[in-house]
């Protein structure tokens, strides 16, 4: 063995060794993974998590205090996650249950905090668990969310990214119980996190679990512990934060404290006004030196409203707890129109229950109005907003939420399901790239029924323009879900994972079915519980996601084969291999899925003769089914009847030339109007056009040989070819080699080739393989004459059409085009819609089981 050989082999072992020494999180997701597997969970064990173990407050508190007073969970014991392990809340806990021994503290995210995550019988959450999380069978994961929303949430949020949900809508995946504190929060939470349909979790309504907390606990206890004033009304204001903790300033800190003084003075000396801050923010106040200028950070903030005579708030979900104590609210909104149109609401500012000021002088009048008179101005939506949002906030919530996760629901509660019985399919559909495949996929996903089936994506949250325009094109009814964060990985799994994407499933090496429970576990973390009825790999060429597909403990898998593979694997692209690492891996994969659909029946038939001997039995598991294709799509992207720019020629001053329009777009806000256009192929001339990848398997070299054959025999002869590739050098030579610069032009991708190829006469598609050949079908849509290679894939295409077959050489390219020019070529009418319907009764019976 060389001396290179040897150490890429001692790298291969000593970097993920190497790796887990010096990140301190890999060796404790790594301890957190291996404890999942080897470990058996706690019975009457309890994880509690607030706000990510900032605070030991809010729900999560409220149902603890519950839980203490559970005959059946005497001998339980309870773990408080924070990241403060001198948190004054805690000696408040102790101080108030000196004879409980079973509560604990443990520091959030040290060895300890994973080892519970892994191992506790029952997880409780305000928020969410952090990426790494995945929810164990055996365990109980109750979700109490942090209040009722008056602004928007997840997807709703207007400036929101497409994956900025994520890892509360993964959370929800993995929920046994939701515990919401009214339909509105239910509804607003689940199809803002893109799970109507696909939650698998009881969701019930309960009440908040914290307001009890305010209803129940008494006045002077809170006075006595915060040492507040007993001789005067306390006024709590309660602003929500909008910056993050890099962004604010002292200065920020000052205007905020100047708005106390002011509210102070307009109530004068009978009134104490106390400032509470999000929890967020809190720190700063403490690093500045300002920490006796506001509420402690650890201070239950339920319970601090016990004790309070006025609420002054903005958006703050504060307001909706405040309300049962029929006390006074006062809504301070200076930035109404800002955050409205950045974020917007859910709920119509001009319907709160209290006066809404967007001044501060608004705020001054509003506060000097006495508490009666205040309380009839508002009544009848304070009245409405109770019994809308806070009818369960009755004292009585803990209770109730505890009897149905812990006592098995003795009142029998209704839970609400947003879980369908309808067939769930999860796709991967290759990363939603410009390319044949993505096109596939948004055009299934228009034509699935869904009625029948709910439609799930799974991807990474990596978003380029690119991928966020293509899956912008997708139906709406399809779920996203998202592959993010680290796989958690001991070193023995990253060694198996990687000796995997090195070697394939065939290495002598590999453990299979310890790398299998690996997958599975990253599977379940990016899936939790949701029914996977079948997991589609519709992309084919990820090693990823083929290997977590394959492995997933699903009833059916499916794997496309959107080309022919074994083509694929050989391409070479400036004397490197393109695909044929990745695809060496995925070959190996096949076997254990149970379906290997191809997308056409020719293409099927080379891929049955090449990949045979990787897929068993591979006469009943290798089949084909047709992509659909939008047909109404491309012939509105034709603009065949709906004239651009009113058919009107556009100039540059560039040049004289008339450009004809393909794209257009009026900005609303600012009145720009935006044209493209491109130069119009003469009517006078003889206009050939090929739409495809500028790459080697595309055959563009033959292509323009026989074309300046062509062209010598008919100087009317053009030929336009659309796309970009690696080869775009190559064919530019070639171009110039052959002498056809004023022949043949190449115009890069194109955003709307249908237009181009309709002002067209004939679509050729010369390549030396297809998975089907989709551009032949648009420009069949369309109505043009077309000519492909007789080669799999467009074999199945043009067979038994109107379509010109010819053989894969300079020759029979040159003859075919000469054809077309001697009239024996006519355009084909093509059925589209009949062709979807078999298509789609296919993918239904051989890829749904249907």
Sequence with gaps: MNSQKIKEISKFYLSPLKEKIENKKKRLTSAYIKT???????????????????????????????????????????????????????????????????????????????????????????????????????QVYVNTWHGTPLKTLGLDIKACGLSDHKNIQRNFLHTDYLLMPNKFTADRLVKSHDLDGILNSKVFLTGNSRVDLTLNKKREEVIKLLNLPIDKKLVLYAPTWKKNLAETTEKDIL?????????????????????????????????????????????????????????????????????????????????????????????????????????????????????????????????????????????????????????????????????????????????????????????????????????????????????????????????????????????????????????????????????????????????????????????????????????????????????????????????KFKHKWNLKVIFSLYRYFDKVISVSESANEQNQKDLARYVPEYKEKMDYVNNTIDGKLILKAAHVDDKLNKGKNIYSTWDSDGRTVFYEDNEKDTGILTLKGFIAPSKENINFVNVARLSPEKNHLSLIEAFSKLVNENNKCHLYILGNGPLKAEIKNKIIETRMQKHIHLLGHMENPAMFVNLCDCFILTSHYEGQGLVLLEAMIIGKPVIGTDVPGIHSVLDNSKGLLVSNSVEGIHQGMQKFINGELTAVNFDYQAYNQEALADFYRKVCWD
Excluded at 95 to 105: C, G, K, R, T, V
């Design 36 to 138: 999942i597997e080897n470990k058996k969970v706690v019975s009457n064990t309890f994880l509690l998590e607030a706000y990510h173990g900032v605070s030991l407050t809010g729900n999560v508190y409220a149902l603890f205090t519950q839980l203490l007073k559970e005959e059946t969970l005497k001998n339980a014991q309870f773990y408080w996650a924070t990241v403060n392990l001198n948190d004054p809340m805690i000696q408040k806990i102790k101080n108030e249950y000196p004879e409980y021994s079973n509560i604990h503290f443990v520091e959030y995210e040290s060895k300890k905090y994973f080892t519970l995550l892994a191992t506790c019988h029952y997880l409780l959450n305000d928020t969410s668990f952090m990426p790494y999380f995945i929810k164990r069978e055996e």
């Design 255 to 575: 205007n905020l404290l100047n708005e106390v003084k002011e509210i102070q003075k307009v109530l004068g000396n009978e009134y104490k006004v106390l400032l509470k801050t999000h929890y967020f923010i809190y720190d700063y106040f403490v690093e500045h030196n300002y920490e006796k200028e506001v509420v402690p950070n650890w201070v239950d903030t339920n319970e601090l409203l016990t004790c309070i005579d006025r609420l002054i708030t903005d958006y703050s979900s504060i307001f909706f707890d405040f309300l049962p104590t029929k006390k006074p609210v006062y809504f301070y909104i200076p930035d109404k129109e800002f955050y409205d149109e950045t974020r917007g609401f859910y709920l119509s500012l001009d319907e709160l229950p209290g006066s809404l000021c967007t001044t501060f002088e608004e705020l001054r009048q509003a506060l000097i109005i006495n508490d009666s008179e205040y309380e009839n101005i508002n009544r009848i939506n304070y009245l409405n907003y109770l019994e809308t949002f806070c009818s369960y906030d009755d004292g009585q919530s803990r209770k109730r939420a505890v009897d149905i996760f812990i006592n098995s629901n003795p009142a029998r509660e209704k839970s609400i399901s947003y879980l369908s019985n309808k067939k769930k399919l999860v796709f991967y559909c290759g990363g939603f790239f410009n390319n044949g495949i993505t096109m596939s996929a948004i055009n299934l996903s228009k034509m699935i029924n869904y009625d029948k089936y709910d439609v799930v994506f799974m991807d990474t949250d990596k978003m380029q323009s690119e991928k966020v325009n293509n899956i912008k094109k997708v139906d709406p009814r399809v779920h996203f879900i998202y592959k993010f964060g680290a796989v958690n990985r001991s070193y023995l799994n990253t060694i198996r994972q990687n000796m995997l994407y090195r070697q394939g499933m065939d290495s002598k090496y590999i453990n299979k079915e310890k790398l299998k429970r690996h997958l599975n576990h990253e599977f379940n973390r990016v899936t939790g519980k949701l029914p996977v009825d079948v997991a589609i790999d519709f992309g084919g060429y990820n090693k990823m996601f083929t290997a977590l597909l394959a492995m997933a403990d699903v009833p059916k898998k499916v794997v496309y084969l959107h080309n022919v593979m074994m083509e694929e694997y050989n391409k070479v692209i400036g004397d």
